[in-house]
């Protein structure tokens, strides 16, 4: 049906280049381009035959001309980017000048302030309604099927959502003693930074890690889960009407955080460059290159994920609870598309995301974040390609 320009060729990127593979109808033609080339080889080589062309480009997401030479050149339909946060807007504004769509999985961040915001993308809304193209904005798992989940609760199970916990819950286990599942820049940034959650129409802050639980998951079991800021949850206060309060849950082991806190404490999750035998040198660059590459956890990781919305509020004027979650197992990821589940989960809902602009059941012009849209497609497609989901209306609820 039309051609995609994939940027990024990550852990993510593979899981999303393999099931638009799988998806010809669709995706007839695809340029994967990334700053590596070798890296877009090597995914490029992974394939198994399909029918979708796939050619491979080298690429500085960074720097808006290059970007523009490379979608004139190749005239795709759309760009989905799984680069990093830091490229969002450098190819959005590719997109604005060559008039294509864009798809992404995490939200704006500058590589200085380690703070993400919607705000600075957002800020283009009216540039690409103007242009007559569309931003689809977190289409991921948490942001993406997580937010998509909160749609459907409110479409099909309530009148008023009043409560929502967003858990997610990781029980893969990679042998390693201490390694992130994604970009462990990313990753690190993420969870060294002071939780927040959202009632009553203000956004409460907490000290890092500081919000303990443990909740007895499905197909998992007991874990201990931490409140953090997460960045679907600046969306769904806006967009789900009357919602009192949001929170954003995810576990981690107790080894995970020790080694986290050793590296916290000796200096080396800090963004701020240091001078090193006479050159500047981010500390948190330099862990990121002593660390295993995420991408080589697929391999070795064993075990499921577990992420999921819990909701309380009012149906017919009585009160009602809802969960509603997918399970992925590491080992069944790996053994589809060569990625472990966090990859897998990320890159699934990428491409379904992709595929509902592809064929027009989602267009409309302007920046939009995902649970904006029908959720009805889109739990239909994670049913069909790969990421069933399921449901309980008795779920434990947290305090
Ligand atoms: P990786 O670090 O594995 O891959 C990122 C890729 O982007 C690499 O190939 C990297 O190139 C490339 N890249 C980085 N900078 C540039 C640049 N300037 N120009 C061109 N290419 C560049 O990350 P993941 O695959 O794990 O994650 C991809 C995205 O998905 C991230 O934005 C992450 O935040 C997001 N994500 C979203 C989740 C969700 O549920 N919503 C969950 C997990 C991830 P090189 O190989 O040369 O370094």
Known sequence: MGKVLI????????????KCCQNPDVFSEICLASRTLAKC?????????AKTIVRTAQVDADNVAELTALINDFQPVMVINVALPYQDLSIMEACLATGVHYL????YEPPDVPKFEYKWQWAYHDRFVRAGIMALLGSGFDPGVTSVF??????HHFDSIETIDILDANAGDHGYPFATNFNPEINIREITAKGSYYEDGQWIETEPLAVKRTYDFPEIGVKDIYLLHHEELESLALN????????FWMTFSEKYLTHLRVLENVGMTSIEPILFEGRPIVPLH?????????????????????????FRGIKDGRPKTYYVYNVCDHEAAYAEVGSQAISYTTGVPAMIGAMLMMKGIWMKPGVHNIETFDPD?????LNRHGLPWQESFAPVLLD
Not at 41 to 49: F, H
Not at 286 to 310: E, H, Q, Y
């Open 7 to 18: 940027i990024g060729a990550g852990g993510v990127s593979n899981v999303v280049v393999h």
């Open 286 to 310: 330099f862990l990121k290159a002593v660390l295993p590459d995420p991408a080589s956890l697929g391999p070795r990781t064993k075990g499921k994920t577990n992420i999921g919305c819990i």
């Open 377 to 381: 497609p889109f739990m239909d497609a």
């Open 150 to 155: 909160c749609a459907h609760a409110l479409k």
């Open 41 to 49: 080889e090597a995914i490029k080589n992974s394939l198994p035959p």
């Open 240 to 247: 789900i009407p009357g919602v009192r309060r949001i929170r």
């Open 104 to 107: 992404d999985t995490a939200n």
